[in-house]
Nanobody
Framework: VQLQASGGGLVQAGDSLRLSCGAS????????VAWFRQAPGKEREFIGS????????NYGDSVKGRFTMSRDNAKNTAYLQMNNLKPEDTAVYYC?????????????????WGQGTQVTVSS
């Protein structure tokens, strides 16, 4: 499975962006998908995850109420809708798939990663 994250850009505080994670291979449809982000000098942070069936996603505390995950298995694509963006949301955003084991909140649990897309929020 190959993943490609897209949709990042430079926005102002309060704006919205929607990131996409496109995947090759039908196996994607059976995988949990997650989004992480990494700011310079910081650890990769869990944003959220959504199961293969698209049930209620889990979110990290820093984005609850502002970010929403969804997926369209027919299109082999997952989405991250980001609203009310803040300067502290500035980071490279990564999508990941296939939670292999352990906690699906951990970056170490995922077997596949996209290349990342930069999101920059100006104040």
């Amino acid at each position: 499975v190959q993943l490609q994250a897209s949709g990042g850009g430079l926005v102002q505080a309060g704006d919205s962006l929607r990131l996409s994670c496109g995947a090759s291979g039908r196996a994607f449809r059976s995988y949990t998908v997650a989004w992480f982000r990494q700011a310079p000098g910081k650890e990769r942070e869990f944003i959220g995850s959504i199961s293969w069936g698209g049930g209620t996603p889990n979110y990290g505390d820093s984005v609850k109420g502002r970010f929403t995950m969804s997926r369209d298995n027919a299109k082999n694509t997952a989405y991250l809708q980001m609203n009310n963006l803040k300067p502290e949301d500035t980071a490279v955003y990564y999508c990941a798939a296939q939670c292999i084991g352990g906690s699906c909140y951990s970056k170490d649990a995922y077997g596949y990663w996209g290349q990342g897309t930069q999101v920059t929020v100006s104040s």
